[in-house]
């Protein structure tokens, strides 16, 4: 069984810093797309950042300059770098990962649990 669990959300002053992170677990062959959504109250999920297993990122409109989002493969995490926080960025965060468990099988896509980003003063 394969798990992404997310870690490091919390309650941020505005133009604050917080780093995300996702380790996904379990029998994993490959990895392909990582990425992180968001989903604030009353709102769709929305993608925030991704990123390909070759490092190659895109962004939201509304974060582009002020998140960053990288990957270590060796690990199978993703991270989220986000700086200068607004209040309109307080959402649940969401990891996601395209995963291959098995060189015979294609790819399945994954959810983490979520973790909450609040950005208030």
């Known amino acids: 069984q394969v798990q992404l669990v997310e870690s490091g959300g919390g309650l941020v002053q505005p133009g604050g810093s917080l780093r995300l992170s996702c380790a996904a677990s379990?029998?994993?062959?490959?990895?392909?797309?990582m990425g992180w959504y968001r989903q604030a109250p009353g709102k769709e999920r929305e993608l925030v950042a991704g990123?390909?297993?070759?490092?190659?990122?895109n962004y939201a409109d509304s974060v582009k300059g002020r998140f960053t989002i990288s990957r270590d493969n060796g690990k199978n995490t993703v991270y989220l770098q986000m700086n200068s926080l607004k209040p309109e960025d307080t959402a649940v965060y969401y990891c996601?990962?395209?995963?291959?468990?098995?060189?015979?099988?294609?790819?399945?896509?994954?959810w983490g649990q979520g973790t909450q980003v609040t950005v208030s003063s």
């Open positions: 379990g029998y994993i062959f490959s990895i392909n797309t």
């Open positions: 996601n990962a395209d995963i291959r468990r098995r060189i015979s099988l294609g790819q399945e896509n994954y």
């Open positions: 990123i390909t297993s070759d490092g190659s990122a």
